[in-house]
């Protein structure tokens, strides 16, 4: 079992200065994938950053990591409980049903 309250801090490639703070958990993940860098990536036109690493099973494509982190699959979207996209500690993130998904399940009720 995993610490949740032991965290390290990661250097994001580029942004020099900038930490990415994940839980234990969140450091066994980068392990196991070998991860080996994480980025700040703007999400489309709304210009959100969050943190990205190349992925390590479509070559050439960026995932964020609380998404993996969370196993957030499709129809579904990760929350930071704080609003800090730098704190990927596994306390700070939740998994919210996208309204579209949320309209498929429930029969097409707004």
Do not use: W
């Not at 930490?19 to 210009?47: K, M, P, Q, T, Y």
């Not at 730098?86 to 306390?91: G, I, T, V």
């Amino acid at each position: 079992m995993h610490d949740l309250n032991t965290t390290t801090r990661i250097e994001l490639s580029n942004r020099p200065g900038q930490f990415a703070v994940l839980c234990e958990a969140g450091a066994a993940f980068l392990a196991a994938n070998d991860i080996r860098s994480l980025f700040i990536c703007l999400d489309g036109a709304r210009r959100y950053g969050y943190v990205s690493h190349y992925s390590p099973n479509r070559k050439g494509q960026m995932d964020t990591l609380a998404r993996g982190l969370l196993g957030a699959g499709k129809g579904e979207q990760v929350r930071y409980r704080d609003g800090n996209v730098l704190n990927l500690r596994l306390n700070n993130l939740k998994i919210v049903r996208t309204y579209s998904a949320n309209r498929r399940t429930q029969g097409g009720v707004a």
